[in-house]
């Protein structure tokens, strides 16, 4: 491990299983709803684009794991270069670094 600043990647695993946890309980209670909308009042599209943003940060956090499993987290997808700590911090599923995302897909 050369790594010397940002958090360790036991910290960044805990935090990214407590972001799964958390994802898929929001998940599992939009599915409920979203079976029966109409019994809770909630307007469907809604819940529909609230799951769907769930299961995307479940991918996403997913990922991230698997990538920390496989040793690669921390490294851009793009461009192979290191993602700077700082962003990891805000961002602890990042696939790309600042400037691979601000190029667009
Ligand atoms: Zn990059």
Redesign the pocket.
């Known amino acids: 491990m050369n790594v010397d600043t940002g958090p360790s990647i036991d910290t960044v695993r805990q935090t990214l299983q407590d972001q799964l946890r958390q994802h898929t309980a929001t998940l599992a209670a939009l599915v409920a709803v979203g079976a029966d909308p109409s019994a809770t009042g909630e307007d469907p599209h809604a819940i529909a684009t609230r799951t769907a943003t769930a299961r995307r940060a479940i991918e996403e956090v997913t990922a991230a794991l698997s990538r920390i499993a496989e040793g690669s987290y921390g490294r851009?997808e793009?461009?192979t270069?290191p993602i700077p700590a700082e962003r990891l911090e805000i961002l602890p599923h990042a696939r790309?670094?600042v400037?691979?995302q601000a190029s667009g897909c």
């Open positions: 851009c793009r461009c270069g790309l670094c400037p691979c």
